[in-house]
């Protein structure tokens, strides 16, 4: 059983920045996407950006130009680099991992935004 582990989440001022991380729990397992999605209290959960492990990226278009994604894919890791941060980004943000039809998750790191 492959799990996705999250870090890099916590408290921080707008305009600040906060970097996540997420690794897959063992190696020798490769993901088609890797990607981070948010949910704030009371909301739908929402893409905010994924890979492909060619490189190929997407992001939510509230967080272009302010969040880049990347990967290491011989450390099956996936980083969200999170710039000018607002309280709208306030969300547990969960990583995601595509393989083979599959869909992973990981257990949901929260970053908190204070005005």
């Known amino acids: 059983q492959v799990q996705l582990v999250e870090s890099g989440g916590g408290l921080v001022q707008a305009g600040g920045s906060l970097r996540l991380s997420c690794a897959a729990s063992?190696?020798?397992?490769?993901?088609?996407?890797m990607g981070w999605y948010r949910q704030a209290p009371g909301k739908q959960r929402d893409l905010v950006a994924v890979?492909?492990?060619?490189?190929?990226?997407n992001y939510a278009d509230s967080v272009k130009g302010r969040f880049t994604i990347s990967r290491d894919n011989a450390k099956n890791t996936v980083y969200l680099q999170m710039n000018s941060l607002n309280s709208e980004d306030t969300a547990v943000y969960y990583c995601n991992g595509k393989r083979i039809g599959l869909t992973y998750w990981g257990q949901g790191t929260q970053v908190t935004v204070s005005s």
């Open positions: 063992r190696s020798g397992v490769s993901f088609n996407a």
């Open positions: 890979i492909t492990s060619g490189g190929y990226t």
